[in-house]
């Protein structure tokens, strides 16, 4: 697994050991000697994973992780901070801060390649995601990634598989002041549980009784329903070996037994937010793809998609020697509408005229707007004689009620003319279809508007 690991110490003799060691390991190294440049690096995107001491002269390695974990561009990397200080309320500053893990010195190799690797891991994941994310903002959606950085971890909804009552009291009653918190003993039951419930982290006991607790983590990481789920192990300090097996398998984060409530609490809010950084991301991803082929006015598809899937139908039609139809609709004397009525009024016509084509065509049949007050429908094995009958059904539903402007305060009569074609045989190209409906639709508006005409099908 390739991957550039930023190693940051005042002291030149400790980065030169981490440089030969991860080296070894056949990891990219990076380093720096103090925090602005351990900033400046990350900012340029040049670390994946950053290694970070805590004492250092100046700015100490709890400031630096606060500003890293703050920054939209670099609120992703994983964070591991590194010291020979070894008190609860040293590794709870910088968890607090936003430290991804707590490493003590003198580091045990095994045990920083599998942290290293776990990471790194995970920071893939959200890598993609965030550079499909970013074209969001020329899209004129709001930032993602600040939206993303500025997750709390709290309140989340946690699902704790403990099957010994005491530890899940204690461990509930900690979580339980800043999240919600469900308890479920049975292994089996818990699975189901986690597959139907919405979970954010699921803390998974190793020592469940007559069951794999290692087992139970993978099957969570492989389920589609769950495999988004951050999942913390509790262990004992003789687990070890099966720690840092379930980090190498997908588990994210561990806790040791006994089990601090700060350090339980600090790390269970960090995957939290962990997990909602990568939805926020991928929402973002989802929302840009909606926005790329989708109209923003009515929530019909755009041009563009237009343009490709029309393609589609047409050589699958072409290829099946299926029929394939088109209505050409525009609505009559909409700039009227809003020179009278005002450009708002006329949005409000175009989004109901909108939901009213839809009301009158299939789920398979392809309704885009092309621009201004013109849809185009295409229909999949439709007849010319039948997508007459789709055009007049819609042409009928437009002409049947007024619509309502102004929120509902008053309302306008508005009509509809639609030019009708058909793929016909020799037909290279959508183009040619789509040029007999625009005739057709000429035709419709020169003979009086509110009327359908179907181009001929020889």
């Not at 970070?52 to 390695?61: F, Q, R, T, W």
């Not at 190209?429 to 179907?454: C, F, H, Q, W």
Request: with cysteine; glycine share 6%; aromatic share 4%.
């Amino acid at each position: 697994m390739s991957a550039r690991v930023l190693v940051v110490d005042d002291i030149i003799t400790n980065v030169k050991l981490l440089e030969a060691k991860l080296s070894a390991e056949y990891f990219g190294v990076v380093t720096a000697l103090n925090g602005l440049d351990a900033l400046a690096i990350c900012e340029r995107g040049e670390a994946d994973i950053v290694l970070l001491d805590v004492m250092m002269p100046g700015m100490n390695g709890f400031e630096v992780c606060r500003r890293l974990k703050n920054g939209p561009t670099t609120a992703h990397i994983p964070v591991v901070m590194v010291t020979a200080l070894d008190q609860p309320s040293d590794r709870l500053k910088g968890l607090d801060a936003g430290a991804d893990d707590f490493l003590t010195k003198p580091l045990d190799d095994t045990a920083l390649f599998a942290r290293v690797r776990s990471l790194v891991r995970l920071k893939s994941v959200t890598d993609e995601l965030r550079n499909r994310a970013m074209a969001s903002r020329r899209l004129g959606i709001a930032d993602p990634l600040a939206a993303a950085a500025s997750e709390s971890g709290l309140n989340g909804r946690i699902l704790l598989i403990e099957d010994r009552p005491t530890a899940a009291e204690r461990l509930s009653n900690a979580l339980s002041a800043f999240h919600s918190v469900e308890v479920e003993a049975d292994p089996h039951q818990a699975l189901v549980k986690a597959a139907e419930g919405d979970f954010e982290a699921i803390l998974v006991s190793l020592d469940l009784k007559d069951h794999d607790g290692l087992r139970l983590c993978s099957q969570l990481r492989s389920l589609e329903r769950t495999r988004n789920v951050s999942v913390l192990m509790l262990g004992e300090a003789e687990d070890r070996g099966r720690i840092l097996r379930g980090l190498e398998i997908g588990a994210h984060d561990f806790l040791v037994r006994p089990v601090d409530r700060n350090e339980l609490l600090a790390r269970v809010r960090t995957q939290v937010r962990r997990k909602r950084f990568t939805e926020r991301l991928r929402d973002s991803v989802q929302s840009s793809m909606e926005m790329a082929v989708m109209d923003q006015l009515t929530g019909l598809h755009n041009r563009r998609y237009l343009d490709s899937r029309m393609t589609t139908l047409f050589d699958e039609s072409v290829l099946r020697a299926r029929a394939l139809a088109m209505l050409l609709l525009d609505v009559d004397r909409f700039k009227a509408v809003n020179d009278t009525w005002g450009h708002d009024a006329g949005d409000e016509v175009l989004r109901e005229f909108a939901d009213r084509v839809r009301a009158c065509t299939r789920g398979i049949d392809l309704v885009a707007r092309m621009g201004g007050e013109e849809v185009v429908v295409v229909l999949p094995d439709t007849t010319l004689e039948a997508a007459f009958a789709v055009a007049e059904r819609i042409r009928e539903k437009v002409e049947a009620e007024p619509f309502a402007i102004y929120r509902n305060t008053q309302a306008i009569s508005i009509t509809v003319s639609i030019g009708v074609a058909s793929r016909r045989a020799g037909d290279p190209s959508p183009a040619e279809m789509t040029k007999r409906a625009d005739d057709a639709l000429y035709r419709a508006k020169e003979s009086g508007r509110n009327r359908v005409i179907v181009a001929s099908a020889a």
